[in-house]
């Protein structure tokens, strides 16, 4: 898998959580590890990466301080993994990518 990087955010450090996009039509999300494998904590901030690429169609719960946690399939090919760099306290889902859908309407002022 080929990774697009859009973003990264959440501490001082140089490996924090970092949003990329694939070639699969999917999002890989870095993030801090939590007590499952598919399901990781990021700051609210790092969606702002998504931009133009769509949204992340996943459920996320706002833990009330400033993060989400949200699931995915956990990351584990070598390829992948050799692309991403990590410290130990996290991990790397993905995720799928939806297109954002303008329903219409018009404007009136």
């Known amino acids: 898998m080929h990774l697009n990087f859009l973003g990264k955010c959440g501490?001082?450090?140089?490996?924090?959580p970092t949003l990329y996009a694939t070639d699969r039509r999917s999002f890989v999300v870095q993030g801090w590890r939590t007590d499952r494998p598919?399901?990781?904590?990021?700051?609210?901030?790092?969606?702002?990466?998504?931009?133009?690429?769509?949204?992340?169609?996943?459920?996320m719960t706002d833990t009330g301080r400033g993060s989400f946690i949200l699931s995915?399939?956990?990351i584990t090919?070598?390829?992948?993994?050799?692309?991403?760099?990590?410290?130990?306290?996290?991990?790397?889902?993905?995720?799928?990518r939806a297109e954002r859908i303008y329903f219409g309407g018009i404007s009136r002022r």
């Open 11 to 16: 501490s001082d450090k140089k490996n924090c």
């Open 38 to 59: 598919e399901t990781i904590e990021i700051p609210h901030a790092l969606l702002g990466f998504v931009g133009e690429e769509g949204f992340i169609a996943t459920a």
């Open 72 to 74: 995915g399939r956990p």
């Open 77 to 96: 090919d070598s390829g992948t993994l050799e692309q991403l760099t990590m410290e130990d306290f996290e991990t790397a889902i993905e995720v799928p």
